[in-house]
């Protein structure tokens, strides 16, 4: 079944304790992203990668770090965890379709930092 | 810079009711539109698209057509179940953003219930 990951479901942590969320997909899709979705502000995006060892900024990077050693896998990072980093958090992979991208999201990661 | 707008919700129906959720975009370059559905628990789901004026994406009973004219993508539906009960999200995917591989800027929500 084609499908992205993502590990925990649920995550409770304190500040500054570094944390990783992990995303995997198996669909072979090049370019993937991270996103937050807070009340009332919908879905921002992170970070994404075009390809392995290719990563570049969205709207929120600050606080986040990325890597994509491996086309399947694209973990988040949180060095230092702070209470504003509460989120729900998806992954997602993408796909062109004609003229446009599709994007496959996993099914979330949330996040609450005390 | 893009946005999206949604109408602000929730929105409450009994089951059979007429749908519509609005949605206006500003955007610098000529958007694909979408509309994405968040059961509770899950991820989002593509739900239907468009990518050229005047184009209606369809898909479950749902609709809504590309009105570049009034920057607008609103999602109908003529008959909402209980089932429908979820998130929907509008986005966009601006390629005047250059190498941006589908980033979607997303409206906020609307949160859907319907009653039987």
């Known amino acids: 079944e084609a499908q992205v990951t993502q590990n925990p479901r649920y995550l409770i942590t304190v500040t500054g304790k570094k944390l990783t969320v992990t995303c995997s997909q198996n669909?072979?899709?090049?370019?993937m992203s991270w996103y937050r979705q807070d009340p009332g502000l919908g879905l921002r995006q992170i970070y994404y990668?075009?390809?392995?060892?290719?990563?570049d900024k969205g709207d929120v990077p600050e606080g986040y770090k990325v890597s994509r050693k491996e086309k399947r896998n694209f973990p988040l990072i949180l060095e230092s965890p702070s209470p504003n980093q509460t989120s729900l958090y998806f992954c997602a992979s993408s796909l062109q379709v004609g003229p446009t991208y599709e994007q496959y999201f996993g099914p979330g990661t949330r996040l609450t930092v005390t | 810079g893009d946005s999206v707008t949604q109408m602000e919700g929730p929105v409450t129906l009994s089951e059979e009711a007429f749908l519509t959720i609005n949605c206006t975009y500003t955007?610098?370059?000529?958007?694909?539109l979408f509309w994405y559905v968040q059961y509770p628990g899950e991820g989002l789901q593509l739900l239907l698209k468009a990518t050229k004026a005047d184009d209606k994406g369809s898909n479950k009973g749902f609709e809504a057509t590309y009105r570049k004219e009034t920057t607008s993508f609103h999602l109908e539906k003529g008959s909402v179940q209980v089932s429908d009960s979820a998130v929907y999200f509008c986005?966009?995917?601006?390629?005047?953003?250059?190498?941006?591989?589908?980033?979607?800027?997303f409206g906020q929500g609307t949160i859907l219930t319907v009653h039987p």
């Open positions: 669909m072979n899709h090049e370019y």
């Open positions: 986005a966009l995917s601006d390629p005047a953003r250059g190498t941006s591989y589908g980033k979607l800027t």
């Open positions: 955007a610098t370059g000529y958007p694909s």
């Open positions: 990668s075009m390809n392995v060892e290719v990563t």
